[in-house]
């Protein structure tokens, strides 16, 4: 009897249905708990926000903390995507993050705010704002200008352009 035959879908159909509303269900959640706060808010809370049994929620992911790590792994490898794409200059760069931060407005709140705020989660902001350094860093470093030399003026620039880009960024999301 295949899974035609019982009226279910193939596997690899299931799966992706799955991941989809995994999907849906992470971005509703980003919304909740980027206006409530991530300890302000429970699994109840969220299940009445996303208008369904906190069952359902609990079938996709075992614990709030699941579900918020979820939601910012998945906004971290995009920062990280986005890392990677070689140096177009500073307009372009900017384009790029301001893009990623308009169609993910929720959860880059969690992962540049909320996580930066949570004990548990600082991690998470950690690696966000030490790729901005690094990367700001590389660039003063290539710059070839006597700023470069100097390690550390160049880490406190560095260290000042990452705190401007995400206070600017939140800024404007917010």
């Known amino acids: 009897v295949t899974h035609r035959q019982k009226g279910r879908p193939p596997r690899e159909e299931a799966g992706a249905r799955r991941l989809e509303r995994s999907q849906e ?8 708990l980027s206006r409530r706060g991530v300890s302000g808010t429970s699994m109840e809370a969220l299940s009445d926000d ?31 995507e986005l890392q990677k794409r070689p140096w177009q200059g500073l307009d372009a760069n900017l ?52 700023l470069a030399k100097d390690a550390v003026m160049r880490q406190l620039c560095a260290q000042s352009v990452a705190g401007f880009l995400l206070e600017a960024v939140l800024w404007w999301i917010e």
């Not at 069952?55 to 906004?75: E, G, T």
């Open 50 to 80: 996303l208008g369904i049994p906190k069952s359902v929620l609990y079938r996709y992911f075992d614990s709030k903390d699941k579900l918020v790590r979820a939601i910012l792994d998945q906004i971290l490898l995009r920062w990280t």
């Open 95 to 146: 384009r790029d993050v301001l893009a990623l931060a308009r169609s993910n407005p929720c959860e880059f709140l969690l992962l540049a705010r909320h996580s930066a705020l949570d004990p548990d989660l600082r991690p998470y902001f950690d690696r966000l704002h030490t790729s901005i350094v690094g990367r700001t860093e590389r660039l003063i470093s290539a710059s070839g200008a006597s």
């Open 25 to 32: 269900l992470m971005r509703a959640a980003a919304i909740a």
